[in-house]
T-cell receptor, first 112, second 111 residues
Framework: DAKTTQPNSMESNEEEPVHLPCNHS???????IHWYRQLPSQGPEYVIH???SNVNNRMASLAIAEDRKSSTLILHRATLRDAAVYYC?????????????FGPGTSLSVIP | DSGVTQTPKHLITATGQRVTLRCSPR?????VYWYQQSLDQGLQFLIQ???????AKGNILERFSAQQFPDLHSELNLSSLELGDSALYFC??????????FGEGSRLTVL
């Protein structure tokens, strides 16, 4: 399984932008980059995913490096509700999403 | 609300016992995934089913087994329980596009 590397923890001030990095130097051409987050005492929730181009949705933006070896999840204005563990995952569409493996993720703290 | 229902929400049992956790996926989702999350640990992938068939296995112990029924609900059976099996067990479902929808989890406490 292709692996990702994320910082263990990050801090952000409320209402400021947050950039959560993810390195995936062994990514293959058929790997999609997915981001999930897990709020305290809840199951993970899907945030965003992309293949090559940058992506935006109502929750966040995903910036993908040109060589695809890294990506950044951008929260445009952090709120207290964004305090969570953020997971960056590679999912190979060739295997039809059979195995979705979560790493340790980045624990984001938001300071009021 | 993700649309994925897990029961029971909480379960307390003794070592050596057997329990069954149930998961009802979102309507139309054919894939069901099971994960274990121990205290302060990450999500460990256990097993995945697609339309009734096992598709992928992770670090699932031999004491654990799962199945997916014709109505697509799934059950995770945990037997000969040990203290270390205490954890949150999450079920997720998907149509098969990589976007997983998670339930709220079943918290198992083994005493």
């Amino acid at each position: 399984d292709a692996k990702t590397t994320q910082p263990n923890s990050m801090e952000s001030n409320e209402e400021e932008p947050v950039h959560l990095p993810c390195n995936h130097s062994t990514i293959s051409g058929t790997d999609y980059i997915h981001w999930y987050r897990q709020l305290p005492s809840q199951g993970p929730e899907y945030v965003i995913h992309g293949l090559t181009s940058n992506v935006n949705n109502r929750m966040a933006s995903l910036a993908i490096a040109e060589d695809r070896k890294s990506s950044t999840l951008i929260l445009h204005r952090a709120t207290l509700r964004d305090a969570a563990v953020y997971y960056c995952i590679l999912i190979d569409r060739e295997t039809s999403y059979d195995k979705v493996i979560f790493g340790p993720g980045t624990s984001l703290s938001v300071i009021p | 609300d993700s649309g994925v229902t897990q029961t029971p929400k909480h379960l307390i049992t003794a070592t050596g016992q057997r329990v069954t956790l149930r998961c009802s996926p979102r309507s139309g989702d054919l894939s069901v995934y099971w994960y274990q999350q121990s205290l302060d640990q990450g999500l460990q992938f256990l097993i995945q089913y697609y339309n009734g068939e096992e598709r992928a296995k992770g670090n699932i112990l031999e004491r654990f087994s799962a199945q997916q029924f014709p109505d697509l609900h799934s059950e995770l059976n945990l037997s000969s329980l040990e203290l270390g099996d205490s954890a949150l067990y999450f079920c997720a479902s998907s149509v098969g596009d990589g976007e997983l929808f998670f339930g709220e989890g079943s918290r198992l406490t083994v005493l």
